[in-house]
């Protein structure tokens, strides 16, 4: 993410702690939950956040590549 002018480190890193809290309790979820519809994201097997004043980056694995069109479709729509 690219910040629109004006915003600062404070406001990026509640931004990117914000993702970070939503997306944490997934890491090394039961791909099954997901396929079964009981967790609206796919389980995360690894997360990278870097939070800084020009920019806001998160880079996710996932336990499985089947569901990488869904996870990115989560995350658009939870964050954008």
């Not at 994201?41 to 020009?54: G, W, Y």
């Amino acid at each position: 993410m690219f910040p629109p002018p004006g915003y600062n480190l404070n406001e990026m890193t509640t931004i990117g702690e914000r993702i970070d809290r939503y997306l944490v309790s997934h890491i090394g979820d039961d791909p099954r939950r997901f396929a079964q519809g009981k967790s609206e994201v796919p389980a995360i097997e690894t997360m990278f956040s870097r939070k800084a004043t020009d920019s806001l980056m998160t880079i996710i694995t996932v336990t499985s590549h089947d569901p990488v069109d869904d996870l990115i479709d989560v995350t658009s729509d939870k964050f954008n």
